[in-house]
């Protein structure tokens, strides 16, 4: 399994951007983020395929967040631009062998420390 490490959390005010970089140790990964806000559940925010050729996003954050990858330093990016107080939570990174399609379930793959976003209105 991928060893993960992310960073770039922070404190922004609403309609502010942040990127977050998570750092995969080797292999070719299907990877993605998943986010925690306090009392609920861990939720799917984005994913990637293993070669960086197609991406799916949670509705919440479609036309606001972008993921991308550079696959020679097996590192996965989301940019949050237009971000809301909704936004906060805790971000986790992860990377799993199975395809992009088994990206929303949780069940699957290596998680990051998590990372957190605060977003202040």
């Known amino acids: 399994q991928a060893q993960l490490v992310e960073s770039g959390g922070g404190l922004v005010q609403a309609g502010g951007s942040l990127r977050l970089s998570c750092a995969a140790s080797?292999?070719?990964?299907?990877m993605g983020w998943f986010r925690q806000a306090p009392g609920e559940e861990r939720e799917f925010v984005a994913a990637?395929?293993?070669?960086?050729?197609?991406?799916d996003y949670a509705d919440s954050v479609k036309g606001r967040f972008t993921i991308s990858k550079i696959n020679v330093k097996n590192t996965v990016y989301l940019q949050m631009n237009s971000l809301k107080p909704e936004d906060t939570a805790v971000y986790y990174c992860?990377?799993?062998?199975?395809?992009?399609?088994?990206?929303?379930?949780?069940?699957?793959?290596?998680w990051g420390q998590g990372t957190p976003v605060t977003v202040s209105s």
């Open positions: 992860n990377a799993r062998m199975q395809g992009i399609e088994t990206m929303r379930l949780r069940s699957f793959g290596s």
């Open positions: 080797g292999g070719l990964w299907t």
């Open positions: 990637i395929s293993s070669t960086g050729g197609t991406t």
